[in-house]
């Protein structure tokens, strides 16, 4: 019989939306059962922001320290859960392309979790994000609904 593969370092992808924070308690349970490294990342999208907060010097920062403190939460969950190695990760774009093209490359996770969005409007069309990391990168992806 095959046996189950065991991670040594689980990414979490992540935001504020449920299936972003399912993601996350899947992502430390994950870490807990194989005693793996747990990277806790937020891509911050500026793109997503209208024009007139995109272009305040000041909206732009207060909406990126959101992510900051919101990551900082996420962190404290998976201690609280009792994951010994967590870091955590902002970065900045379009989060699948950001996911495979930067942050696997630079952090060399064997596998990634990351929350499924329904498709509504463009997005049924063009793809989700986690459908492009599904399809684009080179470790396990779990794609939790």
């Not at 994950?30 to 024009?51: H, P, R």
């Not at 403190?69 to 950001?98: C, F, H, K, M, W």
Request: hydrophobic share 40%; proline share 3%; aromatic share 6%.
């Amino acid at each position: 019989m095959v046996e189950a593969k065991h991670f040594k370092h689980v990414l979490a992808a992540v935001d504020d939306s449920e299936l972003g924070q399912l993601a996350l308690v899947n992502a430390i349970h994950q870490a807990q059962e194989d005693g793996s490294k747990l990277t806790i990342l937020s891509v911050f999208e500026a793109d997503q922001m209208n024009v007139f907060d995109y272009f305040s010097k000041e909206k732009n920062a207060a909406a990126r320290e959101d992510v900051e403190q919101a990551l900082e939460r996420y962190r404290q969950v998976a201690v609280d859960a009792g994951v010994p190695n967590i870091e955590t990760l902002l970065s900045e774009g379009e989060p699948g392309e950001v996911i495979v093209k930067d942050v696997i490359p630079s952090i060399n996770p064997d596998m990634v979790v990351i929350g499924s969005h329904s498709q509504k409007g463009a997005e049924k069309y063009f793809g989700s994000q986690s459908s492009y990391v599904a399809n684009n990168a080179p470790i396990t992806v779990m794609i939790v609904r």
